[in-house]
């Protein structure tokens, strides 16, 4: 599922449906840095880490209070 590249339309679909809590938190893992695609869908980082050729993130919603 790596090569199919659909992170950022995931991640931009769960942020404009809601289907993520205001305090949940997304684990992400992939073959590549995903940065760029978290960061223009409306969360965060939150935590991140990489274990051989895999990168794996936690995601939070910008806007958590």
Known sequence: PYEANL????L???Q???WLD???ILY???NRPLTDDIAAT????????KASSVYAYLVI???RQ
């Open 61 to 63: 919603n910008q806007d």
């Open 42 to 49: 409306g969360f965060e980082i939150y935590k991140e880490t």
């Open 22 to 24: 205001e305090d949940g």
């Open 28 to 30: 992400l893992e992939s």
């Open 7 to 10: 992170w950022a339309s995931c």
């Open 16 to 18: 404009q449906q809601g």
């Open 12 to 14: 931009t679909l769960i």
